[in-house]
């Protein structure tokens, strides 16, 4: 399956954006999905997950509260809604899926498809 990332952009604290993933391809496939975030001279760290069914999801605790994330099936679209963003929250997001594993959420490792990463700045 193919993501496009999009929604990414400059923003003052405070304020919201949503992120969009949009998957092509091979998406009759059941796929968990999930957010990363990459701050620069810091490794990828989670942001929050999934499930195919939506049955399941999972938060960072440094977003819990104020992001969400959310699934359009019919439309193979993730979003990840963000709300009183920090300057902390400034990252090169990227989208990722995964077609097993979802137990090991955290994990980057467990998600096989990745999108091209979307830049979200949060000014003071």
């Known amino acids: 399956v193919q993501l496009q990332a999009s929604g990414g952009g400059l923003v003052q604290a405070g304020g919201s954006l949503r992120l969009s993933c949009a998957a092509s391809?091979?998406?009759?496939?059941?796929?968990?999905m999930g957010w990363f975030r990459q701050a620069l001279g810091k490794e990828r760290e989670f942001v929050a997950a999934?499930?195919?069914?939506?049955?399941?999801?999972h938060y960072a605790d440094s977003v819990k509260g104020r992001f969400t994330i959310s699934r359009d099936n019919a439309k193979n679209t993730v979003y990840l809604q963000m709300n009183s963003l920090k300057r902390e929250d400034t990252a090169v997001y990227y989208c990722?899926?995964?077609?097993?594993?979802?137990?090991?959420?955290?994990?980057?490792?467990?998600?096989?498809?990745w999108g091209q990463g979307t830049l979200v700045t949060v000014s003071s």
């Open positions: 990722a899926a995964a077609l097993l594993g979802y137990s090991d959420y955290e994990n980057p490792e467990i998600y096989g498809s």
């Open positions: 391809g091979r998406t009759s496939s059941s796929y968990d």
């Open positions: 999934r499930s195919w069914s939506g049955g399941s999801t």
